[in-house]
């Protein structure tokens, strides 16, 4: 029975050959299906052991009397080369099962190759506490201030391959929100490509602005903005990077949803306009200057769509950029002029002048025509005062010029410091405006009954980020 024994151990080895190599690599869900499988497999050796041992029972000879020719045709030799190289299914027939000490080592590969893809995403976040004061506000200014949880994020980091991944998700105290969520791949040294939610390429990047406020640009959606769409990032030298991208749409394709990340148009009322179909331009040269440091000089177009829901037509939307952004030892000097139109296909009744935006849960109309001028400016410093080891002090001020009927200024100017302690990122900002919207203002550009009031507001947030 000894040529029978090598038979069936063939067969069974080969059945488990077949396997292995029809397999590709895979991930946590299917191990555990695997190890599943165990006690199956193990009641069908059972049942073959059963089996060979009625055909010893069967057979006069013991091991010398050995058939001439198989009975049947799966344990003939030419069957079992046939299941060594991978081709049992093509004749038919039902796999073999592996081995359990087969299976063993099938399921410690796997869990290898998962452990490689855990390994290559990082994972972090941050918990922030925010302190605000508002001058505008009487209960504030009665209670002194209020000290509450701002935002708790997740952040996921990696490549797994050639590909990298992105992504961040935030939870306000009213709203939860995506920040972005894209995949990236690398052509070469020269070009990246970022598929998903990203950072729109317009203007200063990646922040316009030093303090936890932004400037005025980021509530008129052209600082920090996310959008649904394709870019690339194009370094052909150490001189320029070039941008160019394509959004469909913003983040959310729901515009009725207020609680988001991004400053985009949203639908409300009889504002149903929302932004579609936008391309992007940058432009950007690094200069390197002898004996002061650096200066990054740059163009930005942007171009897109207006549809209204009510009238189901199109209008268009534009913005065009000039930027500057110097770093000259510890001092940091930015420079940026907008211009930008909204032109919204509105039913009739509706005033084309404004469009409403929003974000944190709070729509609010802007002037539709525009032009906008920022100058920030900024130092670095570095400390040792316990666990204080840098941070900076800043002014970010933001000039807008409503280009539309009805309308008046809006201002917006931060004067802070930031510090770095360990993990622990806090802001301390001072904010004043005139007509402008999150400072106490009814929108920006409007001639409403806050245009001509200046308010202010103190505001202490303090980030632990890991």
Same mark, same amino acid.
């Given at each position: 029975?000894?040529?029978? $024994?090598?038979?069936?151990?063939?067969?069974?080895?080969?059945?488990?050959?077949?396997?292995?190599?029809?397999?590709?690599?895979?991930?946590?869900?299917?191990?555990?299906?695997?190890?599943?499988?165990?006690?199956?497999?193990?009641?069908?050796?059972?049942?073959?052991?059963?089996?060979?041992?009625?055909?010893?029972?069967?057979?006069?000879?013991?091991?010398?009397?050995?058939?001439?020719?198989?009975?049947? @045709?799966?344990?003939?030799?030419?069957?079992?080369?046939?299941?060594?190289? =991978?081709?049992?299914?093509?004749?038919?027939?039902?796999?073999?099962? @592996?081995?359990?000490?087969?299976?063993?080592?099938?399921?410690?590969?796997?869990?290898?190759?998962?452990d490689d893809w855990t390994s290559a995403i990082r994972f972090g976040g941050a918990v922030r506490l925010n302190y605000a004061w508002r001058d505008y506000?009487?209960?504030?200014?009665?209670?002194?201030?209020?000290?509450?949880?701002?935002?708790?994020?997740?952040?996921?980091? =990696?490549?797994v391959g050639d590909v990298k991944l992105s992504a961040e998700w935030r939870r306000y105290n009213d709203f939860h929100a995506i920040h972005h969520a *894209?995949?990236?791949?690398?052509?070469?040294?020269?070009?990246?490509? $970022?598929?998903?939610?990203?950072?729109? @390429?317009?203007?200063?990047?990646?922040?316009?602005?030093?303090?936890? *406020?932004?400037?005025?640009?980021?509530?008129?959606?052209?600082?920090?903005?996310?959008?649904?769409?394709?870019?690339?990032?194009?370094?052909?030298?150490?001189?320029?990077?070039?941008?160019?991208?394509?959004?469909?749409?913003?983040?959310?394709?729901?515009?009725?949803?207020?609680?988001?990340?991004?400053?985009?148009?949203?639908?409300?009322?009889?504002?149903?306009?929302?932004? #579609? !179909?936008?391309? !992007?331009?940058?432009?950007?040269?690094?200069?390197?200057?002898?004996?002061?440091?650096?200066?990054?000089?740059?163009?930005?177009?942007?171009?897109?769509?207006?549809?209204?829901?009510? #009238?189901q037509r199109k209008g268009d939307r534009y913005a065009v950029a000039g930027h500057a952004d110097a770093n000259f030892g510890r001092w940091n000097f930015?420079?940026?002029?907008?211009?930008?139109?909204?032109? @919204?296909?509105?039913?009739?009744?509706?005033?084309?002048?404004?469009?409403?935006?929003?974000?944190?849960?709070?729509?609010?109309?802007?002037?539709?025509?525009?032009?906008?001028?920022?100058?920030?400016?900024?130092?670095?410093? !570095?400390?040792?005062?316990?666990?204080?080891?840098? =941070?900076?002090?800043?002014?970010?001020?933001?000039?807008? !010029?409503?280009?539309?009927?009805?309308?008046?200024?809006?201002?917006?100017?931060?004067?802070?410091?930031?510090?770095?302690?360990?993990?622990?990122?806090?802001?301390?900002? *001072?904010?004043?405006?005139?007509?402008?919207?999150?400072?106490?203002?009814?929108?920006?550009?409007?001639?409403? #009954?806050?245009?001509?009031? *200046?308010?202010?507001?103190?505001?202490?947030?303090?980030?632990?980020?890991?």
């Amino acid at each position: 029975m000894n040529r029978l $024994h090598l038979v069936l151990l063939l067969g069974l080895l080969g059945g488990a050959a077949g396997q292995a190599i029809a397999q590709e690599r895979e991930t946590d869900p299917e191990i555990r299906e695997l190890r599943q499988q165990i006690e199956a497999m193990q009641a069908q050796l059972d049942s073959l052991q059963t089996r060979l041992s009625e055909i010893q029972q069967q057979s006069t000879g013991g091991d010398a009397a050995e058939p001439s020719e198989p009975s049947d @045709p799966r344990s003939g030799p030419e069957y079992a080369a046939a299941i060594d190289a =991978g081709d049992e299914a093509d004749d038919g027939v039902e796999p073999q099962a @592996p081995t359990p000490a087969q299976l063993d080592q099938r399921i410690s590969s796997l869990e290898t190759v998962a452990d490689d893809w855990t390994s290559a995403i990082r994972f972090g976040g941050a918990v922030r506490l925010n302190y605000a004061w508002r001058d505008y506000d009487e209960g504030s200014k009665d209670r002194v201030g209020d000290f509450e949880l701002e935002l708790f994020r997740i952040n996921a980091d =990696g490549e797994v391959g050639d590909v990298k991944l992105s992504a961040e998700w935030r939870r306000y105290n009213d709203f939860h929100a995506i920040h972005h969520a *894209w995949v990236g791949y690398e052509f070469n040294d020269e070009i990246e490509m $970022h598929l998903g939610i990203s950072q729109v @390429p317009f203007g200063i990047l990646p922040f316009a602005s030093h303090g936890f *406020w932004f400037g005025g640009t980021y509530y008129l959606g052209f600082e920090d903005d996310y959008d649904t769409g394709v870019k690339f990032i194009h370094k052909p030298n150490e001189d320029w990077t070039f941008h160019y991208a394509f959004y469909k749409n913003p983040e959310y394709a729901d515009d009725s949803r207020f609680g988001r990340y991004s400053f985009d148009l949203v639908t409300g009322g009889d504002q149903q306009n929302s932004e #579609t !179909n936008q391309f !992007n331009l940058r432009g950007e040269r690094h200069l390197f200057i002898d004996g002061l440091g650096t200066l990054d000089v740059g163009l930005s177009l942007q171009q897109g769509r207006v549809f209204n829901d009510f #009238t189901q037509r199109k209008g268009d939307r534009y913005a065009v950029a000039g930027h500057a952004d110097a770093n000259f030892g510890r001092w940091n000097f930015q420079l940026q002029g907008i211009r930008y139109e909204f032109d @919204p296909q509105n039913p009739v009744g509706v005033d084309d002048d404004f469009v409403q935006t929003g974000a944190f849960d709070f729509p609010f109309l802007m002037a539709a025509k525009g032009d906008v001028y920022s100058v920030n400016l900024a130092r670095r410093f !570095n400390v040792s005062l316990g666990p204080i080891t840098g =941070g900076a002090c800043y002014n970010d001020f933001t000039f807008i !010029n409503p280009k539309v009927r009805d309308s008046a200024d809006s201002i917006q100017n931060v004067t802070g410091c930031s510090i770095i302690a360990g993990g622990v990122f806090a802001y301390f900002d *001072w904010i004043t405006g005139k007509n402008m919207w999150f400072v106490g203002g009814d929108g920006i550009g409007r001639n409403a #009954t806050t245009a001509g009031k *200046w308010r202010s507001r103190l505001n202490v947030n303090i980030g632990f980020y890991f």
